[in-house]
């Protein structure tokens, strides 16, 4: 397993661009794929999207598809999610997550970082 840490969460207007990091800790990280989950309040937990762990294979949800990109630099231990054209409906807590598989599910994911939360005014 990996400990995962989350930034760049922040405030922004409808319209704009945000990009979260999820730095990894561990020798196995390139060996993961990393899926971007959000946590709306009141809602379940759901996913973003994917990479795998090479970085070659990238799966988004219809929500974010082609407003945000998932992309890796294995040499950094790092992810990125960035997202343009944000929504009020994007607004969440934002994690990133370390499995085997490459997946959306969550059980999937056997490591997780604590979150940045993304707030998107109208």
């Known amino acids: 397993q990996v400990q995962l840490h989350e930034s760049g969460g922040g405030l922004v207007q409808a319209g704009e661009s945000l990009s979260l990091s999820c730095v990894a800790s561990?020798?196995?990280?390139?060996?993961?794929?990393v899926a971007w989950f959000r946590q709306a309040p009141g809602k379940e937990r759901e996913a973003v999207g994917v990479?795998?762990?090479?970085?070659?294979?990238?799966y988004y949800e219809r929500p974010v598809k082609g407003r945000f990109t998932i992309s890796r630099d294995n040499a950094k231990n790092t992810v990125w999610l960035q997202m343009n054209n944000l929504r009020p409906e994007d607004t969440a807590v934002y994690y990133c997550?370390?499995?085997?598989?490459?997946?959306?599910?969550?059980?999937?994911?056997?490591?997780w970082g604590q979150g940045t939360p993304v707030t998107v005014s109208s």
């Open positions: 990479i795998n762990w090479s970085g070659g294979s990238t």
């Open positions: 997550a370390a499995g085997d598989t490459y997946s959306v599910r969550l059980d999937d994911f056997h490591s």
């Open positions: 561990g020798p196995t990280f390139n060996t993961y794929a």
